[in-house]
C-alpha cells in the first residue's frame, strides 16, 4: 500500500517557476515507478513526466513539457518533485502524482495504482 500527498502549487505568472512535492508512505515507494499527471478542467486526465524506480531513474516527459520540467525522486525520503520552469497558462491544472509498478503503458493512467489528491497550479497570463 503506497499513499501519495502533494503540495507545492498555487498561482504563478507565466514565465515563472514551482516545484511541485509528493510525499509517499509505505515501505515499498522505492519500487514503484511514479509520475505526475495533470488534468484542466474539462478535459481528460494528462501525462506529464514519469521516473523509474531505481535511483537516478530515467525519465519521461510529454512534448509538451519537454525542456521546462524536471522530474526526480528521493528514495531516502520517499519524495517525488516536479520542478516547473517557464510556465505558460496552458499549463494550469490540477497536478497529481501517481505510482505504478508497470514502466508500460506509462502514460495511461489506468496502470497507475495509486494516486494523490492533486494540487491546484494556476499560471496567469
Known amino acids: 500500500q503506497v499513499q501519495l500527498v502533494e503540495s507545492g502549487g498555487g498561482l504563478v505568472q507565466a514565465g515563472g517557476s514551482l516545484r511541485l512535492s509528493c510525499a509517499a508512505s509505505?515501505?515499498?515507494?522505492?519500487?514503484?515507478?511514479m509520475a505526475w499527471f495533470r488534468q484542466a478542467p474539462g478535459k481528460e486526465r494528462d501525462f506529464v513526466a514519469f521516473?523509474?524506480?531505481?535511483?537516478?531513474?530515467?525519465?519521461y516527459y510529454a512534448d509538451s513539457v519537454k525542456g521546462r520540467f524536471t522530474i526526480s525522486r528521493d528514495n531516502a525520503k520517499n519524495m517525488v518533485y516536479l520542478q516547473m520552469n517557464s510556465l505558460k497558462p496552458e499549463d494550469t491544472a490540477v497536478y497529481y502524482c501517481a505510482a505504478s509498478k508497470f514502466i508500460q503503458p506509462r502514460m495511461n493512467p489506468r496502470v497507475y495504482d495509486y494516486w494523490g489528491q492533486g494540487t491546484q497550479v494556476t499560471v496567469s497570463s
Open positions: 521516473i523509474t524506480w531505481t535511483s537516478g531513474g530515467t525519465v
Open positions: 509505505g515501505r515499498t515507494f522505492s519500487s514503484y515507478n
